[in-house]
T-cell receptor, first 114, second 111 residues
Framework: AAGVIQSPRHLIKEKRETATLKCYPI?????VYWYQQGPGQDPQFLIS???????DKGSIPDRFSAQQFSDYHSELNMSSLELGDSALYFC?????????????FGPGTRLTVT | SQQGEEDPQALSIQEGENATMNCSYK?????LQWYRQNSGRGLVHLIL?????REKHSGRLRVTLDTSKKSSSLLITASRAADTASYFC???????????FGQGTRLTINP
């Protein structure tokens, strides 16, 4: 079965650079979520989209922005990168907005800021 | 963690033994989910239990939910080396779509 696809899988950037992470949800899934997991930490919710509109927002820095496109894929744009942004970034998708729907996670993008 | 604690933080057992992990949360929920994460990899969905359910089974997994105590437990029976991973509980934080994760239990199965 098709799963959530994230690209790139690994990314190395320097401080103050920008990065763009991409997420392709499971076919027919209309809701996308972004999470950040620092080293040894639990995943923290950043932002979510439903039908191309932002549906919820968590602890996402102002330096980050995201959007969902007409084909339901999503991109997380990160600017003025800081060392503390080094983390594993997960995208998850689900069918619908109801919380009872299971979220399926992608393999993650490991971002290293040097 | 925003939501609560997982207990224990680390657990090491022999292959074939049962492993029990506990999770506590703070807010009211509609459902609670358990995920597995192999080192540095993606989160794999294991099981979802709704707030009106008390127990749920899936293969070697058994999940219980006590909403009065705001706690859940995950039992893995007849553990295998391949079960070595971190296990996270996640709740919907009062019905929101976002998931709020516990700190996770790092489980090591020794052959």
């Amino acid at each position: 079965a098709a799963g959530v696809i994230q690209s790139p899988r690994h990314l190395i950037k320097e401080k103050r650079e920008t990065a763009t992470l991409k997420c392709y949800p499971i076919p027919r899934h209309d809701t996308v979520y972004w999470y950040q997991q620092g080293p040894g930490q639990d995943p923290q919710f950043l932002i979510s989209f439903y039908e191309k509109m932002q549906s919820d927002k968590g602890s996402i820095p102002d330096r980050f922005s995201a959007q969902q496109f007409s084909d339901y894929h999503s991109e997380l744009n990160m600017s003025s990168l800081e060392l503390g942004d080094s983390a594993l970034y997960f995208c998850a998708s689900s069918l619908g907005l109801k919380s009872s729907y299971e979220q399926y996670f992608g393999p993650g993008t490991r971002l290293t800021v040097t | 963690s925003q939501q609560g604690e997982e207990d224990p933080q680390a657990l090491s057992i022999q292959e074939g033994e049962n492993a029990t992990m506990n999770c506590s949360y703070k807010t009211s929920i509609n459902n609670l989910q358990w995920y597995r994460q192999n080192s540095g990899r993606g989160l794999v969905h294991l099981i979802l239990i709704r707030s009106n359910e008390r127990e749920k089974h899936s293969g070697r997994l058994r999940v219980t939910l006590d909403t009065s105590k705001k706690s859940s437990s995950l039992l893995i029976t007849a553990s295998r080396a391949a079960d070595t991973a971190s296990y996270f509980c996640a709740t919907d934080d009062g019905g929101a779509q976002k998931l709020v994760f516990g700190q996770g239990t790092r489980l090591t199965i020794n052959p």
